[in-house]
């Protein structure tokens, strides 16, 4: 028998670019979840179920048959729905029939936009921290990452500069990767930051690539404002949002992509060999999810600011510095006020000193030392879950003072 060590086997491109990505960071603090009995405030995910009239019409669509492929691009009730909701809440006319798709989560649907329009060597610009599939993603496509820093101003808002976001534009530069209300800082973009991506695009020919799935979790008064609205930027955004956040299904992992017509058929010749087609029977009941009254959408952004806030002022009394998000279900806070000086290591030890689990930003850093203070806690549960939480996380501060 013939043996071969792992210096005997070329290198494949592709297999070195995706060696940097282990295990999610996800994944390891739920696991340390369950193994402490620490209460999860790590993940991203709501403790309760979405609303009962949706719940309802997948009962329906499982007993009534609807289990098989549905076509390619989604079933026509949920694209018509996503249609019909994007103009209704943003004024965004798109075609059901070629400029909508349905796909396996946003993950999936940011994954297939940036291999369909980015070539090895193009640059995609995008603002980090970063959710960690856009890394993933772009290094799969054999792209280059060009990441504007988010850094909080005095004011505990996150910004960024402009002179380093044009610099970061350049001749290879493809697409801008864009998340607002952005994961894991809960930074709304301003209309004056978006205008200025608008016009970076458009002097670059540039494409956009929005991540808008927290489009509806805003506490600010500015409100969400996409990107694809601003004049010139319809006709070279890809739009994509989901179902999960909005109500609360994330493992139903429904998303969508809208976009002119000539960029989402390049999205599904990608998307068609990722998974081809998913969760037929779940796509009817997100189409009766979008069509709910404007008071479901106003009445969950307002319990989850409600969260927020609770967990917020549970976070400044145990003595972290807290930055307070406009929107998304994630607060993040500094440890420094309690002796902290790299956010893996507290994370790590944070289940042991008080039975919560947080998860560090700096992992969704290109430059680390940035976010090496900097932790992120989830708000997104019950408010009992949140109250034992916060009385855990204030026995910090006993012991710190």
């Given at each position: 028998?013939?043996?071969?060590?792992?210096?005997?086997?070329?290198?494949?491109?592709?297999?070195?670019r995706?060696?940097?990505?282990?295990?999610?960071?996800?994944?390891?603090?739920?696991?340390?979840?369950?193994?402490?009995?620490?209460?999860?405030?790590?993940?991203?995910?709501?403790?309760?179920?979405?609303?009962?009239?949706?719940?309802?019409?997948?009962?329906?669509?499982?007993?009534?048959?609807?289990?098989?492929?549905?076509?390619?691009?989604?079933?026509?009730?949920?694209?018509?729905?996503?249609?019909?909701?994007?103009?209704?809440?943003?004024?965004?006319?798109?075609?059901?029939?070629?400029?909508?798709?349905v796909?396996?989560?946003?993950?999936?649907?940011?994954?297939?936009?940036?291999?369909?329009?980015?070539?090895?060597g193009?640059?995609?610009?995008?603002?980090?921290?970063?959710?960690?599939?856009?890394a993933?993603?772009?290094?799969?496509?054999?792209a280059?990452?060009?990441?504007?820093?988010l850094?909080?101003?005095?004011?505990?808002?996150?910004?960024?500069d402009?002179?380093?976001?044009?610099?970061?534009?350049?001749?290879?530069?493809?697409?801008?990767?864009l998340?607002?209300?952005?994961?894991?800082?809960?930074?709304?973009?301003?209309?004056?930051?978006?205008?200025?991506?608008?016009?970076?695009?458009?002097?670059h020919?540039?494409?956009?690539?929005?991540?808008?799935?927290?489009?509806?979790?805003v506490?600010?008064?500015?409100?969400?404002?996409?990107?694809?609205?601003?004049?010139?930027?319809?006709e070279?955004?890809?739009?994509?949002?989901?179902?999960?956040?909005?109500?609360?299904?994330?493992?139903?992992?429904?998303?969508?992509?809208?976009?002119?017509?000539?960029l989402?058929?390049?999205?599904?010749?990608?998307?068609?060999?990722?998974?081809?087609?998913?969760?037929?029977?779940?796509?009817?009941?997100?189409?009766?999810?979008?069509?709910?009254?404007?008071?479901?959408?106003?009445?969950?952004?307002?319990?989850?600011?409600?969260?927020?806030?609770?967990?917020?002022?549970?976070?400044?009394?145990?003595?972290?510095?807290?930055?307070?998000?406009?929107g998304?279900?994630?607060v993040?806070?500094?440890?420094?006020?309690?002796?902290?000086?790299?956010?893996?290591?507290?994370c790590?030890?944070?289940?042991?000193?008080?039975?919560?689990v947080?998860?560090?930003?700096?992992?969704?850093y290109?430059?680390?030392?940035?976010?090496?203070?900097?932790?992120?806690?989830?708000?997104?549960?019950?408010?009992?879950v949140?109250?034992?939480?916060?009385?855990r996380?204030?026995t910090?501060?006993?012991?710190?003072?």
């Amino acid at each position: 028998m013939t043996t071969t060590t792992n210096a005997d086997v070329p290198t494949d491109p592709l297999v070195a670019r995706m060696r940097p990505f282990g295990t999610t960071i996800f994944a390891e603090m739920s696991a340390l979840a369950v193994r402490t009995g620490a209460v999860n405030l790590g993940q991203g995910f709501p403790d309760s179920d979405g609303p009962p009239e949706m719940l309802a019409a997948a009962v329906d669509a499982l007993r009534g048959g609807q289990n098989q492929y549905p076509p390619g691009p989604g079933i026509p009730a949920l694209r018509t729905a996503i249609a019909a909701h994007q103009r209704r809440f943003w004024g965004l006319e798109y075609d059901p029939d070629g400029e909508i798709v349905v796909t396996a989560g946003a993950t999936e649907a940011i994954a297939a936009a940036i291999l369909a329009l980015c070539e090895p060597g193009d640059e995609v610009v995008c603002f980090e921290p970063y959710y960690d599939s856009y890394a993933a993603s772009i290094a799969l496509a054999g792209a280059v990452r060009r990441p504007v820093t988010l850094r909080p101003d005095t004011d505990g808002r996150y910004a960024f500069d402009p002179d380093a976001l044009r610099a970061a534009f350049g001749p290879r530069t493809r697409l801008v990767l864009l998340n607002s209300p952005h994961n894991p800082t809960g930074k709304v973009f301003t209309p004056d930051e978006l205008r200025l991506v608008a016009e970076l695009c458009q002097e670059h020919g540039a494409y956009a690539v929005t991540d808008e799935v927290y489009e509806h979790l805003v506490f600010t008064g500015t409100g969400h404002v996409p990107l694809a609205t601003l004049p010139g930027m319809r006709e070279r955004t890809l739009r994509i949002s989901s179902a999960g956040k909005t109500f609360s299904c994330t493992g139903w992992k429904v998303g969508w992509a809208s976009g002119p017509a000539a960029l989402v058929s390049a999205l599904l010749r990608v998307k068609q060999f990722l998974t081809f087609v998913n969760a037929a029977p779940l796509q009817p009941a997100v189409a009766v999810a979008l069509a709910l009254p404007d008071s479901y959408f106003t009445g969950f952004a307002e319990d989850l600011r409600q969260r927020r806030d609770q967990l917020v002022g549970g976070l400044a009394g145990a003595g972290f510095d807290v930055l307070t998000p406009e929107g998304t279900y994630f607060v993040t806070a500094d440890i420094t006020p309690l002796g902290g000086t790299d956010g893996v290591e507290f994370c790590r030890l944070l289940p042991e000193r008080c039975g919560v689990v947080a998860v560090p930003t700096q992992v969704f850093y290109d430059d680390v030392a940035a976010g090496r203070p900097l932790i992120r806690f989830a708000f997104c549960k019950r408010p009992e879950v949140l109250t034992e939480a916060v009385t855990r996380l204030r026995t910090l501060a006993t012991a710190t003072g």
